[in-house]
């Protein structure tokens, strides 16, 4: 009877293993450390400010905060200064993210060909993105100094034409702030685009060639198609950090002139810490909340063009 039990149709059942066992063996020992981990760097962070907004905390007052619920939300959507700052943001992002992808594409296109000094090239053009942000900003800053202190202006100067206001006239400092951001970050999508680049099979890029197809039409109907997917992640990512630019703001024009600089990332810095504000901590995690919901809003329009749009159809 006991062997009729341990035997099925001629198949031996394995012995049950307690709990502890089964968990050890499976995969979510090897993943838990990771979650934990996932969670104390991100998602309590993220939760902490979701409960920071519904309240009052200040600098002054960090260990004596009430619940005031949506009152701070209330308060920015009363507040024109944050109009102006959401309607800049959206303008900094709308002009940065493709300018970006263009040049950065352009540039992994150039950087993979068969070019003499290929490698050098690819590290110049790194440069820029692996120093610091608040190096970058102190740069530019002075070479867009307006007196004749400033590099660029120095030799228009020299060379008997009129200097810019970089950064007094609300025109060129939003142009300015946008150009140094596409500088210091156009690496990323080179080097982004540049890896899916040399992942496409040669041999229908090969096969195109004895067709007869030029450059042109094996980009436009080649290499775009297989490289969709991929650059719809890469300009996820590049929103993503476009919209949270702070440092270099804060270096070239400290949202000047008047709010016209101003992004989001910069406002919730300069509700919180800066020497004039009162310490608005509750305040600067409603507008950091209201950030999250915009960067989600445009990740999901991405994935919904980019991402799923195959598995859609």
């Not at 810490?273 to 608005?280: A, E, N, Q, R």
Request: net charge positive.
């Amino acid at each position: 009877m006991n062997h009729m039990s341990a035997t099925r149709n001629g198949v031996h059942s394995k012995p049950q293993r307690n709990p502890l066992e089964r968990f050890v063996s499976s995969p979510w020992a090897f993943i838990l450390p990771g979650l934990v981990l996932y969670g104390i760097i991100g998602l309590y962070p993220l939760f902490s400010q979701f409960y920071f907004a519904l309240t009052d905390m200040q600098i002054a007052t960090i260990n004596d905060a009430n619940f005031v619920g949506l009152r701070n939300f209330t308060d920015l959507a009363r507040d024109p200064q944050t109009r102006e700052v959401i309607g800049f943001t959206v303008i900094f992002v709308a002009f940065s993210v493709p300018l970006q992808f263009l040049c950065g594409f352009g540039l992994a296109l150039l950087l993979n060909q068969n070019l003499i000094g290929r490698l050098a090239y690819r590290l110049a053009a790194l440069t820029p993105w692996v120093i610091s942000s608040v190096i970058i900003g102190l740069m530019w800053r002075l070479l867009l100094h307006e007196s004749n202190a400033g590099a660029i202006n120095a030799m228009l100067n020299a060379l008997n034409l009129p200097t810019v206001a970089w950064f007094s006239d609300p025109i060129t400092a939003r142009v300015s702030v946008i150009f140094v951001n596409v500088w210091r970050s156009v690496a990323f999508t080179m080097v982004f685009m540049l890896g899916g680049l040399q992942t496409l099979p040669k041999d229908v890029l090969e096969a195109a060639t004895v067709d007869g197809a030029n450059a042109w039409q094996k980009l436009i109907r080649i290499k775009l198609p297989m490289l969709k997917t991929i650059a719809g992640l890469n300009l996820i990512y590049i929103s993503i950090a476009t919209f949270q630019v702070m440092e270099t703001i804060l270096v070239l024009t400290q949202g000047g002139p008047g709010r016209a600089t101003s992004t989001l990332g910069y406002r919730m810095y300069e509700l919180a810490f800066t020497p004039f504000s009162p310490g608005f901590l509750g305040r600067s995690a409603a507008l950091g909340v209201i950030l999250f919901v915009i960067i989600s809003v445009f990740a999901l329009t991405y994935m919904r063009m980019f991402l799923l749009q195959k598995d859609a159809s």
